[in-house]
């Protein structure tokens, strides 16, 4: 579940967990459509048959795709300012693939809140730590330092 906060609330959660997106379901349809969006058709992501003999053991999500899949992780678990007007995608300060993501894994994404900024009047600047986990994995899929402009009415 995000984190609603008026503007005047960011210091207070600076460093903070500030939510978990709700698990969600990796699977070949997901990962074939995403091959097919990007022109990625590497044998690992798309072909389980040859990905079987592989060390992964089985299809792969892309890398990209999985960081795509945090704006969706994003609309449940980082933080949403009141009163917004729009958010738009500022881009990274890190980015880490850690751990491949098997096809019908299921990932989550975890945000900390890492600082937060009026750019000018009514643009806020947040930066979240956003670590992607894989259901019963020690190690995440990803993690990110995420930026994002905020716009408040």
Request: glycine share 10%; net charge negative; no cysteine.
């Amino acid at each position: 579940m995000a984190l609603t906060l008026n503007p005047e609330q960011l210091p207070d959660y600076i460093g903070k967990e500030v939510g978990v997106s709700d698990w969600l379901t990796v699977d070949q349809e997901r990962i074939n459509q995403f091959a097919e969006a990007t022109g990625d058709h590497q044998y690992i992501h798309v072909d389980p048959e040859r990905a079987a003999a592989t060390p992964f053991g089985s299809t792969i999500a892309h890398g990209f795709l999985t960081m795509s899949l945090m704006v969706l992780m994003g609309y449940e678990g980082s933080t949403k300012l009141e009163n917004t007007v729009m958010g738009i995608n500022y881009g990274f300060d890190k980015l880490r693939f850690i751990n491949p993501v098997k096809v019908n894994s299921k990932i989550r994404g975890r945000f900390k809140l890492l600082g937060a900024e009026e750019k000018k009047p009514k643009h806020y600047l947040l930066k979240h730590e956003v670590t992607v986990e894989i259901e019963g994995e020690e190690k995440p899929a990803l993690i990110a330092e995420w930026l994002g402009m905020t716009v408040v009415g």
